[in-house]
């Protein structure tokens, strides 16, 4: 049985997530490593940084740690009744570890509302296909770079290193989700106010900030804001939470025009750039943004407002 102690760097943030009822010792199996072992390993990491992780192939007698993806136990999804869930995807191990501490390590930076959409939304998209695909085989991109950190056939690398990189490199991509997760709770109060005043169907942010999870599905069609390249963008708003597409395009003519054949159509002088798709036009002043927008609802008017159900 091999034993090493994973000890992320320490940070503030680090002991504010914190979960205080994992344990100091965590055992997961040994050999081949999967997603669903290095994502249930990296969790943990986050969850408790002191955690030490050992794989093995058996469970010792009278082990007092948190045990996963092994031993048929409560974190184990191997045996006959293992859990599924309503929507018919099985539980695996990190699915598992999800469903009992996600939305307890959310609710250090959310509240009890935005926890519980949140933690569902994230086991939806991004822990569900990885349960699916260890318990199915069905694949996954991200189940298959995991992958490729296992040492091959003629390899002399020591496996549990190699799970060790794996993890580093696991722990990393969950704590990019979780920051934008946060970020994103964080803009919703200045986007419901901007929302609020919104004029036309048209939402106008005073920056940029992440937006789509507030105004997708409502009545806004248009947002404009301040663009991180400079000038301001004006994109058109989702009709449902998740989904690309909007009812309410820039007109077809635009697509894909030149900056100068832009403002011969439109007659905006700092009209810069309409992406093919229509989602997208840029300016370099507010007022140009938001008056692209109107043009668009304006080459809609002849024709009966889309279904938003």
């Known amino acids: 049985m091999t034993s090493y102690t994973i000890t992320p760097e320490s940070s503030p943030s680090n002991s504010r997530l914190r979960i205080c009822n994992i344990p100091g010792k965590a055992m997961t199996h040994g050999g081949k490593f999967h997603a669903d072992d290095v994502f249930s390993g990296a969790l943990l990491t986050i969850l ?85 695909d260890d318990n199915t085989g069905c694949g996954s991109d991200l189940a298959s770079a995991i992958g490729v950190f296992n040492p091959s056939w003629d390899s002399s690398a020591e496996p549990d290193e190699c799970y060790r990189e794996a993890l580093a490199f696991a722990k990393t991509l969950l704590m990019k989700h979780f920051e934008t997760i946060f970020a994103t709770v964080r803009a919703s109060g200045s986007v419901r106010k901007a929302y609020s005043n919104m004029k036309d169907h048209v939402v106008i942010l005073p920056f ?59 007659g905006l002088a700092t009209i ?29 008017e002849a024709k009966p407002a889309p279904d938003m159900e």
């Open 272 to 300: 810069r750039f309409c992406h093919n798709n229509r989602f997208l036009t840029t300016t370099e002043t507010q007022e140009d943004a938001i008056a692209a927008c109107r043009l668009a609802i304006e080459a809609r």
């Open 48 to 132: 408790n940084p002191e955690i030490q992780i050992q794989r093995a192939f058996q469970v010792p007698e009278g082990y007092t740690g948190l045990v996963f993806d092994l031993g048929w136990g409560r974190f184990d999804h191997h045996q006959n009744g293992a859990p599924v869930r309503e929507n018919g995807v099985p539980y695996a191990a990190f699915g598992l570890l999800w469903r009992e501490f996600g939305e307890e390590f959310l609710l250090r930076h959310c509240s009890k509302e935005d926890a519980a959409r949140e933690f569902a939304r994230f086991d939806e998209q991004f822990v569900q296909p990885l349960d699916l």
């Open 208 to 266: 940029y900030c992440p937006w789509k999870q507030v105004l997708a599905g409502t009545d806004a069609w248009f947002v404009v804001y301040p663009s991180q390249r400079g000038g301001f963008g004006a994109q058109t708003v989702p009709a449902r939470r998740g989904e690309g597409g909007s009812p309410y395009d820039f007109p077809a003519a635009w697509a894909g025009k030149s900056a100068a054949e832009l403002m011969a159509l439109t």
